[in-house]
C-alpha cells in the first residue's frame, strides 16, 4: 500500500524547517569533516593504482523539500580531496543526500566533473549506524548517466555506497564504484574509502529561529 495520499498537489501535513532534527541517519553527518586517511584504488594503463588522498567535505541542512506530499529532508553535499599536501583537486563530487522519513528511504545524488551523475538509494531506519545505497545503471530510480565517452571506454555499471556512523562521533564510508573498462574482460573495482572527523558545527538556515 503506498504511503502517499492520492494528491500528488497535497502538502506534506508535518513538515519541520528544523531540519536539523529531521535527518534520521544522516544526523550524524551534518557538519563540516576532513580525513585524511583516504584510499583510493582507479584504473590505469598497467592496472589498478592504489594511492592515499585528503578529503574535506561539507554536508549542511537545505530547508524541508516537497513534492508534492512527498517530503524530504536534506543535506547539500560537496567534497573536495587532493593528494596528501597537494593543493591541486585529485577529485570532487556535489550534490545532497536526503532522507524520506515516510519511507525510511535514503537517497544521495552526486555529480563528478567527469560528466557523470549518480542516484543511489537504500533503506534505513532512523537511528541506523550503519546503511549502504546503490545506484544501477539502467535503472530509472535509482541509476548512474555518464557522458558518451565514458560509457563507450569505463562504463560505470554500479556504485555502491556504505556508511558507518562510530561511536567517538566520526564516520566513515566505503564505496565501490564497478566499472566495465574497453578491452578488459572483468569489471574493475573502483574503490574509495575514508574516515571523516568533523571539524566544524552545521550551520543551519539563519533566517530560522
Ligand atoms: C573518493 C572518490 C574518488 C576518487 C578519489 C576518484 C579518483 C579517480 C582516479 C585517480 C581515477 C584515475 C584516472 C585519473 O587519474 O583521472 C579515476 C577514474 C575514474 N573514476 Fe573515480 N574517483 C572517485 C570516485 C568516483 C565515483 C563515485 C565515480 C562514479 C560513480 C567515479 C568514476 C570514475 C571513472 C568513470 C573513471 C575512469 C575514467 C578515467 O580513468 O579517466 N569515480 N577516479
Known amino acids: ?8 498537489y497535497a502538502e506534506p501535513a508535518d513538515m519541520d524547517i528544523h531540519t536539523l532534527t529531521k535527518l534520521g541517519p544522516l544526523a550524524p553527518m551534518a557538519g563540516v569533516w576532513e580525513g585524511q586517511g583516504g ?3 582507479a584504473p590505469k594503463a598497467e592496472g589498478p593504482r592504489t594511492q592515499p588522498f585528503w578529503e574535506r567535505m561539507s554536508l549542511q541542512p537545505v530547508d524541508p523539500v516537497d513534492n508534492g506530499p512527498q517530503l524530504l529532508y536534506a543535506l547539500r553535499y560537496h567534497t573536495h580531496i587532493t593528494k596528501p599536501d ?3 583537486t585529485f577529485h570532487e563530487q556535489v550534490g545532497y543526500w536526503m532522507w524520506e522519513p515516510a519511507t525510511e528511504t535514503v537517497i544521495h545524488t552526486l555529480t563528478i566533473p567527469r560528466g557523470q551523475t549518480v542516484l543511489a538509494s537504500g533503506h534505513a531506519k532512523p537511528d541506523a ?4 545505497l546503490i545506484a544501477t545503471r539502467g535503472e530509472t530510480g535509482a541509476g548512474i548517466c555518464s557522458n558518451p565517452y565514458l560509457d563507450e571506454n569505463f562504463r560505470t ?3 555502491t555506497i556504505t556508511v558507518t556512523v562510530h561511536d567517538d562521533g566520526s564516520w566513515s564510508y566505503d564505496e565501490d564504484t564497478v566499472m566495465q573498462i574497453k578491452g578488459q574482460e572483468e569489471p574493475f573495482h573502483h574503490r574509495d574509502t575514508n574516515r571523516l572527523t568533523r571539524v566544524v558545527e552545521p550551520t543551519p538556515n539563519p533566517l530560522v529561529g
Open 1 to 8: 500500500m503506498s504511503v502517499y495520499p492520492d494528491d500528488i
Open 39 to 41: 584510499v583510493d584504488v
Open 86 to 88: 597537494k593543493v591541486k
Open 129 to 132: 549506524k550503519q546503511f549502504t
Open 157 to 159: 555499471d554500479s556504485f
